[in-house]
């Protein structure tokens, strides 16, 4: 392993450049960051008056392992026995001439420094005073804020689908995430159970997720990796405040799953948990429909978690083992309602005495010739206005008699989804001086997502998920995989000197597909030509949506196919130096990430109203937007794909020191400081590209700057941030009697380019168009080439240059220069009572954000013409006719849309949190909280741009308002 380490070293060198190289050496020799899952036990031990003890002996013994740990007491009567597992233990403190005293079990957790103070008694040393059990209720050294999933909460508390972030969502300051997260489950990104977390009204991706105190999370959107088993995990520690400096890459939460190892004794779970349809009542909305067999029927419902896991001794006293599985089979049918043109418009029917395709004399609203703008007879479009695609999509929807003149077609299409999680894990002691453990994890889910309306074969070819329904979803199948492969080696120079060293490989894999994938339907249909095509993701039918009449949509789904694959190398460690009064913890890590993203958004995305089948051109009377699909006609049209997946890298490197200073019976200091570098994202093959239009030069030069060509850096002259130390401060002041106060001030830095937006994913790496002219599904739209790099006529761009539109270029993932981390400045006081093992507490905390990243939807649109900072128009104008409003026109008049993600967001946080909380103990276990919260920002989340924000361009604080995470008044009771 210290070969490894210091190979690795090499390698780290290599990124490492300035100042940080110096500082870096410092600490290579831990090359680490976080504890996997430990906890220290600190104490003093005097004698009956109070007077100090120095030098007894402090014997620290693993109830279920039987490995124990020793201390002395200083001078001062302090001891302090540290990078303990979590779990129970036996504290015995020894003294010549004094009896010994035994606290009999002392359940620690993850991050506990448990206080457990001896008293001695006058006597012979084979005389004992025992404590029976003791559960450390109230935190007398550590100003950290969060909460804590004890193991008997994991195992006892009702869970729906054993999802453990369920659990984390109650803790004190945090709640569930806005619905449309990308970690929410319900988006091609990750299907899985929801991963989502807001903490002290933070965005998810502002969390840190750890597993066994190695980084779990995936880089392209900010999600957990693994998710092992409820069965596997001894606790789960939730740091929402104050964290150490052990701790950082956070705003939000620090999420740590702890794993179970084994014992001395064999311990085993077997479980199943069942849901079914047969418990369930019927949707009062879902009624009987003539002629659809799918209306009236309780919608299926299977749900299966099954498995079970076993631990114990592979040799007593030094080797053991834990392994689990877990499996979930869910058969999930939706009920949903979606309007379908009526049997007779279909032709499936005969109406009036006619039968035909077009058939609208069922309804009264008049359908035009888009030609001649003449009414067609009897609303009955003529055969040779007919178009053979716009005929061959209709004919996708079924058939639904008795309704007009809108039908609403009920569906319960039935998702099916099988998870497999597993974990195996080896404890084993090599000696007094030395502990190894290594662990294996495994998530693998397949998800299948049925169309909103049956298949139908049109045109000699079968199409499995006609119907999308919207935007929100997103049929086709879901294939997840998620790895974790970590090692972890504990040496104990001496008492008051260990290292630990680390290192994890974990890996995350997702690939969306459309149902329709493989099938080049719009070949077979005849049109639009150049949607499939040669180029990866294009196969399957593009999408038709109606802008009115509430017509279902039909065609693949939104952003599919999305595929993603996120492997991470990690190498820690840290150095836990006890001196007198001191206890030190420093160390230093290294992640490498690499990550590759695919998605098409759309291969071809046709927009159809009514005004193609009105009385005009300029939305006169009558039309149909499904009339206007039977004659072939299409308002607007879009295309937005990758050509080609990326190859993405970044270093994350992280130092601190951390120094838990008693300065007396009553008061423990908490002083940290952490370093972190996070390098800016570059690509294999340079495919990066980034255009800021408010930097002079960029502007001047008319040409969007791709990574390693024309003097442009790998990174696409993003800089990497040196400046990023995060001093902390805390402290914890005992009144006695189970009283303490505890408060603190810190900073933290996390990187916020995560999702689409911050990808640089623009010319010569996509292909898109916008067509905003009415056109035909029988013509071809352009073929997928890159776009033009080139956006003014000085370089050679025109009208003709691809990817131009008539609304210009477009730009969809540009880049704000220079681009900050994102900072949050935490704060909090809090008071906490202890009563017989109970809890409570109340207390202030806050969270001022800075640099957060807002996505504006168009940086070049109009800035206000009235007022400060106007547009230098005095009187009311045609925004639209008036080229001075536009800040960028008279540069770049070629291009229409630039999307910019900037740094400049603010958020601010603040709240009241009361808690009360009784660990196990005498077998009950209760916690609670209540949140009074408020939370403003600027900003909404990653993934897209922020709804509603930038609608006046130059004047952010418009945006200011009531954030999307904040609940007001969130209140959590569970026992």
Known sequence: MWLFAVLFAKRAFRVVRGPVYGVFLLSILALGMYAQGTADIVGSVTDNSGAVVPNAKVTVKNLGTNQARTAQSDAASQYSVNLLPVGDYSVSVEAQGFKTFTASRVSIATGDRSRVDAALQVGEITQTVEVSEQTVAVQTDSSTVGGLVTSRAVQDLPVNGRNFIRLVQLAPGATESVQSSLGGGTRPDD????????????????????????????????????????????????????????????????????????????????FEFLRNDKFDAKDVFNVPQAGNPLAGVKPPFRQNQYGGSI??????????????????????????????????????????????????????????????????????????????????????????????????????????????????????????NDNLYARYSINNTDTASPGFLPAATVAGVTIPAPSSLNTNNFPGSAYQRQQSLALSHVHIFSPT????????????????????????????????????????????????????????????????PTAYWDTNYQYNGAMTWTKGSHTLKFGASALDRNWSTFQILFKGNFNINSAQTSSAAANGAGGNSFASLLTGNYNTATRNMALAAPQYKSWELGEY?????????????????????????????????????????????????????????????IATQYGDLQPRVGFAYSFGRGTVLRGGFGTSFWPNNVASPANLKNAPMVATFTINTPGSLSASVPAPVANSVCLTAACGASTSSNGYTPSGFSINAATQLPYQNTSVYMANLLLEKEYKGNVVGVG??????????????????????????????????????????????????????????????????????????????????????????????????????????????NDAGRDYGPSDYMVKHPFYLHR
């Open 191 to 270: 299907r899985r159970q929801t991963s989502t977390v807001s903490a002290n009204g933070q965005t998810d991706s502002a969390n840190n997720f750890l597993l066994d105190g190695m980084d779990n999370n995936e880089r392209a959107i900010g999600t957990i990796i693994v998710k092992p088993s409820i069965d596997a995990q001894q606790e789960v520690k939730i740091e929402t405040n104050m964290y150490a400096a052990e701790s950082g890459r956070a705003g939000g939460a620090v999420i740590n799953v702890i794993t179970k190892s084994g014992s001395n004794s064999f311990h085993g779970t077997l």
């Open 311 to 432: 631990g114990g001794p592979i040799k007593k006293d030094k080797t053991f083992f834990f392994v689990d599985y877990e499996g979930l089979r869910r058969v999930k049918g939706n009920t949903f309602l979606a309007t379908i043109p009526t049997a007779c418009q279909l032709g499936r029917v005969s109406c009036n005495g006619i039968q035909q395709v077009g058939n609208f004399s069922d309804i009264a609203t008049q359908i035009y010739d888009p030609v001649t703008r003449a009414p067609f007879a009897n609303n009955v479009i003529s055969p040779g206005r007919l178009n053979t695609v716009g005929m061959n999509y209709a004919a996708l929807y079924p058939t639904l008699t008795g309704c007009a003149p809108t039908c609403n077609f009920i569906s319960s299409p039935v998702q099916t989804q099988y998870a497999h999680t597993a974990d195996a894990r080896i404890d084993h002691r090599f000696g007094n």
């Open 497 to 560: 000197l260990l290292l630990q060293v680390g290192a994890q490989l974990a890996r995350y894999v997702t690939i969306s597909e459309s149902a329709n994938s493989g099938i080049n339907a719009n070949t077979a249909f005849g049109g639009p030509g150049n949607v499939n095509t040669s180029t990866p993701g294009t196969s399957g039918l593009a999408l038709i949506q109606f802008q009115n009449g509430g017509y279902a949509a039909l065609g693949d789904g939104f952003a599919l």
């Open 657 to 717: 020191i951390q120094d838990n200073w008693r300065v007396n019976s009553k008061l423990t200091v908490n002083l940290g400081l952490r370093y972190d570098i996070f390098t800016p994202i570059t690509e294999k093959h340079n495919a990066l590209s980034n255009f800021d239009p408010t930097d002079p030069a960029t502007l001047a030069s008319g040409r969007i700057q791709v990574a390693g060509a024309n003097g442009v850096n790998n990174a696409a002259n």
């Open 844 to 953: 202030f905390v806050a969270e001022p954000v800075r640099n957060l990243g807002r996505v504006i939807p168009n940086i070049a649109t109009n800035v206000p013409t009235l007022g400060p900072g106007g547009c230098g128009v005095t009187t009311a104008v045609n925004l639209g006719q008036n080229q001075n409003c536009l800040p960028y026109y008279s540069a770049l008049p070629l291009v229409g849309t630039i999307q910019l993600l900037k740094t400049d967001g603010i958020a601010n946080y603040k709240a009241l949190q009361m808690t009360f909380q009784r660990r196990y103990s005498r077998g009950l276990s209760i916690a609670s909280n209540y949140t009074w919260a408020k939370a403003l920002s600027d900003s909404g989340g990653p993934g897209g741009a922020c709804q509603g924000c930038g609608t006046v361009t």
